[in-house]
């Protein structure tokens, strides 16, 4: 059982940034990928950016590509999401997930341990 914790989220205006931080407690051992996920009203929730933590491999989205950079703190058992040059499409809420394998990083079926969300939004 993994338990985590979102935290950094807000209000910002547009070209502002925010770097949102996941912290992992329980059986963190189990842990081989961990991603950033999000969710806006009226659409399904997406995959962000995701590193794989053995290797320190990382992937994004291409709608985030150049602006959003995950990264790791092994000795905080923490995921952190640096979001840059914000635009007001990137509002919604983001959620951590972590998982015990390395397939398909942004793939929501894949994920057993979600936490519950912080909320990000940019204004024009």
């Known amino acids: 059982q993994v338990t985590l914790v979102e935290s950094g989220g807000g209000s910002v205006q547009a070209g502002g940034s925010l770097r949102l931080s996941c912290a992992a407690s329980g059986y963190i051992n189990s842990i081989r990928c961990m991603g950033w996920f999000r969710q806006a009203p009226g659409r399904e929730r997406e995959g962000v950016a995701g590193?794989?933590?053995?290797?320190?491999?990382?992937y994004a989205a291409a709608s985030v590509k150049g602006r959003f950079t995950i990264s790791q703190d092994n000795a905080k058992n923490t995921v952190y999401l640096q979001m840059n040059s914000l635009k007001p499409e990137d509002t919604a809420m983001y959620y951590c997930?972590?998982?015990?394998?390395?397939?398909?990083?942004?793939?929501?079926?894949?994920?057993?341990?979600w936490g519950q969300g912080t909320q990000v939004t940019v204004s024009s």
């Open positions: 997930a972590a998982k015990g394998n390395f397939l398909s990083w942004d793939s929501t079926l894949n994920y057993n341990s």
């Open positions: 590193i794989y933590i053995r290797d320190g491999t990382t």
